[in-house]
């Protein structure tokens, strides 16, 4: 926990930034639980906090290997340790792919259940730094789509400490996608004990005239949106996925068939992405509550670009959700 | 007589007679694959004293990863033949209910875990077994077998050089059997030994006779011995050869016949049943009845495994989240 944070005694929260959030999960879970270890790319270098605090068994610096982080942390979650592993930024994990997928995705299954994998991943994507395509890509969906892992994204401090703790308290893999732009930006966590269930969706604005779904940075730019919309006499309610895997498929229903419209936003290009299965499911469980057709604002099917102004239109923005509520509404 | 003699001879006739079960096993099993009534497996005929040389070296405490030529490693350790032939066979009595099939069978409470059938798998898994040993104590140690073609992944590395720093209790078994595949070793590597690799890493190595049992069991006794103690990985490199094709069915016409025929000559089996019976450590009787053992737990495996229920539709989607 930094120095820096405050703490506000009215509302019980503490302002921090997601990446100081992601930090006190993780030293309040190897508090709770001595089988929960970190290990990484610099994990022990950078941070230092938990390095003190917990020793060089538990705060680990690996070789930049991603297999082997991935494949050690399997290997140690089926036999007794709860690792955590940082995989920096999410385009590595092509390198971890076998161990993630192959190894601690499928192992409980062919073996009958023997084993399981409570093991976590964070790494690091999204717009905001101008890393370009090597070290942003929003790939969150191939995890969905491989069986015995979960997968999360979230969209504020509170829920990267909350998530993350729900995280390392699963038996399951566990797939921690950080959006890059939000790491630095801070925000109110709930002090002391604070855990976000997985795959429960939030509503982060409620609406009755259309349904915008998200998860991570763009959920902001859906929240920007609906305030806009506001103006114009239009109420969007704004649903938070949180986690991708399992989808609160619930939460999406009922609000769908209460708007009648819906519009999914993500950075991930749009091909077998979460917005493809979301509008499957909405088209498949809610066709007759909708008034409208389904429209998915997702980023292209293109490399990201690092160009500061190319990066910034990769990404679904405030001003194309508006328009395309507009488009739907008018109709 | 001496003492090692005495004390090592029971040992030896049980070498014999789990190497004559593996081989009995397996024939079994590509008997019924080519009967129709098996899905393919890869088998480790002419691999079987590497497994069972290495299994007399390791105790109760110990963990073994192996991979898709499996069933030499899980009879020498102690896997019931019945219900790993279940397993081939995806029937529910096998050892993973029928889930894994012949490809990646673990079998948790003989300490045989994470079984993979991706070629480098168990490689990636095995510093983290060990990293659970060290960090929540006992002597136990981590055993991974793997073949030349894993050597040949990018994980090898990967894997032997974290085991190394952070020293863990780790012991590297490659089977070099001279084949990875379809391909021959010589296509695709310059040394041929992969023991030589290992001091890259600052990682003890040894080459011993894959197809000497006893000369497998002494190695590994000394490398168990050297891990357990020293809490650092040790490769050992059984030198030896894929005497079947890679999966059932095979006609082996991409394999130099003589090549195939030299390492016939060296079938650890035989071999090793001309030198107990010429040291008098088994009578010719003795040798009978065993194999007659061997021939009728095999039969009975097959038994069972034919007659055993598929798994139940239900188990389609159970075991996949925790």
């Known amino acids: ?331 | 007589m001496t003492a090692f003699e005495v004390t090592a001879e029971p040992r030896v006739a049980q070498s014999l007679e789990t190497m004559l079960t593996i081989r009995a096993f397996e024939e079994q099993s590509a008997a019924l694959q080519a009967a129709g009534k098996s899905p393919s497996m890869c088998t480790s005929v002419g691999q079987e004293a590497s497994a069972v040389g290495v299994m007399n070296a390791l105790d109760e405490r110990d963990q073994i990863l192996t991979n898709h030529r499996s069933a030499g490693h899980l009879i020498a350790r102690g896997a019931d033949p019945r219900r790993i032939l279940a397993e081939i066979l995806g029937k529910s009595t096998g050892y993973c209910g029928g889930k894994s099939g012949s490809l990646h069978i673990s079998v948790k409470e003989l300490g045989v875990l994470l079984t993979s059938t991706i070629v480098g798998g168990e490689l990636s898994l095995a510093p983290g077994v060990a990293l659970s040993r060290q960090m929540l104590g006992g002597e136990g140690i981590v055993v991974v077998f793997f073949g030349d073609g894993a050597a040949s992944e990018g994980i090898f590395h990967e894997s032997i050089n974290i085991a190394a720093m952070w020293n863990l209790p780790v012991l590297y078994v490659c089977e070099n059997n001279q084949w990875q595949a379809y391909v021959h070793r010589k296509e695709t590597m310059h040394a041929d030994h992969i023991s030589t690799w290992g001091a890259s890493y600052g990682v003890k190595s040894l080459t011993v006779d894959g197809n000497d049992v006893d000369a497998v069991t002494a190695a590994a006794k000394d490398a168990v011995s050297y891990v357990r103690t020293e809490r650092k990985p040790f490769l050992l490199e059984t030198y030896t050869y894929r005497l079947r094709g890679h999966m059932e069915p095979d006609t082996q016409q991409y394999v130099d016949p003589k090549e195939l025929d030299s390492w016939k000559q060296r079938d650890p089996i035989a071999t090793y049943e001309k030198q107990l019976l010429a040291d008098r450590a088994i009578t010719p009787a003795e040798l009978d009845a065993m194999k007659a053992r061997v021939r009728a737990k095999i039969e009975e495996a097959a038994q069972y495994a034919m007659e055993s229920p598929y798994p139940s539709f239900q188990e389609l989607t159970t075991n996949v989240y925790a």
């Open chain 1, 1 to 331: 926990m930094s120095m820096h944070e405050e703490t506000s005694m009215r509302t019980m929260t503490m302002t921090m930034t997601p990446d100081a959030a992601m930090v006190e999960a993780l030293a309040e879970e190897m508090r709770r639980d001595a089988s929960v270890l970190t290990f990484g790319e610099g994990v022990a270098t950078k941070g230092y906090e938990l390095a003190k605090e917990f020793g060089p068994q538990r705060v680990r610096n690996t070789p930049l290997a991603e297999g082997i982080i991935a494949g050690t942390a399997a290997g140690a979650a089926a036999t007794g340790l709860r690792p955590v592993i940082d995989l920096l930024f999410a385009p590595f994990l092509t390198f971890a792919m076998e161990e993630i997928v192959n190894s601690a995705g499928k192992l409980r299954y062919i073996s009958g259940g023997q084993f399981s994998f409570p093991m976590v991943t964070i790494v690091r994507t999204g717009s905001g730094w101008a890393v370009g395509a090597q070290h942003n890509h929003n790939n969150e969906a191939w995890f969905v789509h491989s069986p015995g892992l979960k997968v999360v994204m979230p969209s504020n401090a509170a829920d990267f400490k909350g998530l993350l703790k729900s995280a390392i308290r699963d038996d399951n893999p566990v797939m921690f996608f950080a959006d890059i732009g939000l790491l630095h930006t801070p925000g109110e966590v709930p002090a002391g004990e604070h855990v976000v269930p997985l795959g429960k969706a939030n509503v982060a604005r409620e609406g009755s005239n259309v349904t915008l779904v998200s998860y991570g940075k763009s959920v902001h730019s859906c929240l920007a949106a609906a305030s806009t919309l506001a103006d114009e006499g239009v109420s969007a309610e704004v649903i938070d996925l949180r986690s991708l895997k399992p989808l609160d498929e619930e939460t999406v229903l009922a609000s769908v068939r209460k708007t009648g419209r819906a519009v999914l936003v993500h950075e991930a290009a749009a091909p077998c992405g979460v917005g493809a299965e979301l509008a499957a499911i909405i088209a498949e469980k809610a066709f007759s509550s909708l008034r409208a057709p389904i429209v998915r604002l997702t980023g292209p099917d293109a490399p990201a670009p690092a160009s500061f102004p190319l990066e910034a239109a990769y990404a679904p923005g405030a001003d194309a959700i508006v328009a395309a509520v507009q488009k739907l509404t008018s109709s």
